[in-house]
């Protein structure tokens, strides 16, 4: 089975210091919203919300 294209790259970015932190994929067709999750930022030293960005 072929495995269909439907995935994306995206960033996400310490919704705290603005800084683009991860990179992540994810499938588009799963998930329309724009994601936001809580991980931890290096730069801030604590665990913020991470927002998907551009
Ligand atoms: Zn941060």
New binding site residues.
């Given amino acids: 089975m072929a495995a269909k294209g439907a995935r994306e790259s995206i960033i996400l970015a310490?919704s705290?210091?603005k800084?683009r932190?991860y990179t992540t994929s994810k499938n588009k067709r799963n998930n329309t919203d724009r994601l936001e999750i809580t991980k931890y930022?290096k730069?801030?030293g604590k665990r913020?919300t991470h927002k998907e960005t551009k």
């Fill in positions: 310490c705290d210091c800084r932190t930022c730069f801030c913020t």
